[in-house]
């Protein structure tokens, strides 16, 4: 029972970081139709923004904070410059950031020598529950992540710029018709999706430690928990992310971890096949 719990545990946090990763993917392939295959490396951006500003002598804290305005702020700029002129052309546009990705990765690979690199835990030690014992840290990352989702969900459901986000994903041609710079809304929208990665590479340094290939674990089930959950929708994607953060977390407690992330594909690979449009169907893009 006592490991049982410990497991528990281990999958709510690394499922909560696989949920920022998947709703800022989810809600750029809903926004804009196309997958931001750069997405596992503003994960990697934003964990080494925090080690940078800790390296500087900063508090973690600081940090992290930092850490998701400045990957946000480069997502907005790269949709301004880079990623706009595919929209019309989604493989095209997978294309164009995996490219950047790539760029993204080995700049960093060269910044930090090859090395894996450390950030203490803002927070150490554990909470002690009779006589389990978790990382104190890994349940605060769980809270930041629950958090994040209920704003999320309230900036896009209940707020002027939520429905201007709804407009131009059900029907942008009217949403210009209306007055409402979808541009504008793309960029935002491609920037706050790269903020979450950031966050999300921001709350897991101190528990990875940070190395140029972080984001390419976290790209690609985010990729697979977004083709699960569905797009079109902000329930979609977090579904799928708690889907394949449970079963990638949970697996290899059970099983070698190469073999459980295999299996973790082919289960994602059947569900697909079998229902295409997701856990939860969404309107789509009709650009």
Do not use: C
């Amino acid at each position: 029972m006592d490991t049982l719990l410990i497991a528990t545990f281990e999958i709510l946090s690394f499922g909560a970081i696989v949920v920022l990763v998947v709703l800022g993917l989810g809600i750029i392939a809903s926004m804009m139709g196309i997958f931001n295959f750069a997405q596992g490396e503003f994960v990697l951006l934003g964990a080494y923004v925090t080690y940078l500003m800790h390296s500087v002598g900063l508090p973690v804290p600081l940090g992290m904070l930092a850490a998701p305005v400045a990957v946000g702020t480069l997502g907005f700029v790269l949709e301004k410059l880079v990623v706009r002129r595919f929209y019309a052309a989604p493989i095209v546009a997978m294309l164009g950031t995996y490219a950047l990705g790539l760029i993204i990765r080995e700049a960093v690979r060269g910044l930090t020598g090859g090395l894996y690199l450390s950030v203490p835990e803002p927070i150490s030690g554990s909470i002690t529950i009779g006589s389990l014992h978790f990382a104190a840290w890994r349940g605060v990352i769980v809270i930041i992540t629950l958090l994040v989702m209920a704003a999320s969900h309230a900036l896009l459901a209940y707020t002027s710029f939520g429905l201007r986000v709804r407009a131009s994903l059900e029907n942008p041609q009217l949403a210009r018709a209306s007055g409402i710079s979808t541009g504008m809304i793309y960029s935002v929208t491609f920037a706050f999706g790269a903020a979450l990665a950031g966050l999300a590479g921001a709350l897991i340094v101190p528990v990875f430690s940070l190395f140029a290939d972080l984001g390419i674990r976290f790209l690609i089930q985010g990729f697979v928990a977004v083709m699960v959950g569905g797009v079109g929708s902000f329930a979609g994607p977090v579904a799928g992310a708690g889907v394949i953060g449970t079963f990638s977390a949970w697996l290899p407690w059970l099983m070698s971890p190469v073999i459980a992330d295999v299996l973790v594909f082919v289960l994602a690979i059947i569900f697909i096949k079998f229902r295409p449009q997701g856990l939860v169907s969404g309107r789509g893009v009709n650009r």
